[in-house]
């Protein structure tokens, strides 16, 4: 049975570093991005997997565009098992602080980091059923932050995007309640702070390390822990 995967933000960061890692897991992969002519990191393993890597242009705050990439995953393989809604953007991070807080930075940053993947999984919903019949359950990956958990609040900036991945872990609640009857397991994960271009050169973690945690992590789900907030240790943390 073929494994189908579908990966947003895969140009650089955590994005790419999931594609690296599922290339020679999966059958299918559609790896997705905003501008595919400049991912060239991104479009080298068309190269090297062409059977297997697709690059599709997807931006997550486009609504046509997911419907376009929702019929070209329709045609080509008729279900999905696994989507990891990974794209996100930080906003204002350090300086998005309270008194500073701006309305157009406050609303995008929710469009990319929340709206989005929770359009993506409703987009999916059927083809992930059907990706659920094929292997049992398919999985759904709302890549989020600890900074979103409303228990551990703690002051400083970042204010957008907080509020962004607490929403986000309320939508991944929301999927994981409409799609259990599927066999559709949602997960918000935490992928720990990487060294990217949104973590920053001094962070804990590489990509490589994080997302082989969240892989991990992956590989031991059952539809009983959809709706869980997780670490990429496996660690649960805290609504
Ligand atoms: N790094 C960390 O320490 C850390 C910690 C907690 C959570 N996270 C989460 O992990 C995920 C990946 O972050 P990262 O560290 O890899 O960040 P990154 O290096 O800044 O990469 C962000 C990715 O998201 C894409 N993106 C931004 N807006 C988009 C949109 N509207 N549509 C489609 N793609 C879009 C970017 O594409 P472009 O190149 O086109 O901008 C890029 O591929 C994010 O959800 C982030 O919140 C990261």
Same mark, same amino acid.
């Given at each position: 049975?073929?494994?189908? @995967?579908?990966?947003?933000?895969?140009?650089?960061? #955590?994005?790419?570093?999931?594609?690296?890692?599922?290339?020679?897991?999966?059958?299918?992969?559609?790896?997705?991005?905003? %501008?595919?002519? $400049? @991912?060239?990191?991104?479009? @080298?393993?068309?190269?090297?997997? =062409?059977?297997?890597? /697709?690059?599709?242009?997807?931006?997550?705050? /486009?609504?046509? %565009?997911? !419907?376009?990439?929702? +019929?070209?995953? =329709?045609? $080509?393989?008729? %279900?999905?098992?696994?989507?990891?809604?990974?794209?996100?953007?930080?906003?204002?991070?350090?300086?998005?602080?309270?008194?500073?807080?701006?309305?157009?930075?406050?609303?995008?940053?929710? =469009?990319?980091?929340?709206?989005?993947?929770?359009?993506?999984?409703?987009?999916?919903? +059927?083809? #992930?059923?059907?990706?659920? !019949?094929?292997?049992?359950? @398919?999985?759904?990956?709302?890549?989020?932050?600890?900074?979103?958990?409303?228990?551990?609040?703690?002051?400083?900036?970042?204010?957008?995007?907080?509020?962004?991945?607490?929403?986000?872990?309320?939508?991944?609640? #929301?999927?994981?309640? $409409?799609?259990?009857?599927?066999?559709?397991?949602?997960?918000?994960?935490?992928?720990?702070?990487?060294?990217?271009?949104?973590?920053?050169?001094?962070?804990?973690?590489?990509?490589?390390?994080?997302?082989?945690?969240?892989?991990?992590?992956?590989?031991? #789900?059952?539809?009983?822990?959809?709706?869980?907030?997780?670490?990429?240790?496996?660690?649960?943390?805290?609504?």
């Amino acid at each position: 049975m073929p494994i189908t @995967a579908l990966v947003t933000g895969a140009n650089r960061g #955590l994005g790419l570093e999931w594609v690296r890692q599922l290339i020679d897991e999966v059958d299918q992969l559609y790896a997705t991005c905003r %501008a595919p002519a $400049e @991912a060239d990191e991104l479009r @080298a393993f068309t190269e090297t997997h =062409r059977d297997t890597v /697709d690059v599709l242009g997807l931006d997550v705050t /486009d609504d046509a %565009a997911i !419907d376009d990439v929702v +019929d070209r995953v =329709r045609r $080509e393989q008729g %279900a999905l098992h696994l989507l990891v809604n990974n794209a996100g953007i930080s906003g204002g991070a350090t300086s998005d602080c309270f008194g500073n807080v701006d309305a157009e930075t406050m609303t995008e940053v929710l =469009r990319v980091n929340a709206v989005g993947p929770h359009l993506m999984t409703q987009a999916f919903a +059927d083809l #992930l059923a059907a990706g659920a !019949d094929e292997r049992g359950t @398919a999985t759904v990956v709302n890549v989020t932050s600890q900074l979103g958990s409303i228990e551990r609040t703690s002051g400083g900036g970042w204010h957008s995007y907080k509020a962004s991945k607490a929403a986000l872990n309320m939508g991944t609640r #929301l999927q994981a309640t $409409e799609l259990k009857g599927d066999d559709v397991i949602v997960v918000a994960m935490h992928p720990g702070w990487v060294r990217t271009d949104m973590g920053g050169a001094n962070a804990r973690l590489s990509t490589e390390e994080s997302v082989t945690g969240m892989l991990e992590v992956l590989y031991d #789900l059952q539809l009983s822990h959809s709706g869980q907030f997780l670490a990429y240790d496996g660690d649960e943390l805290p609504w």
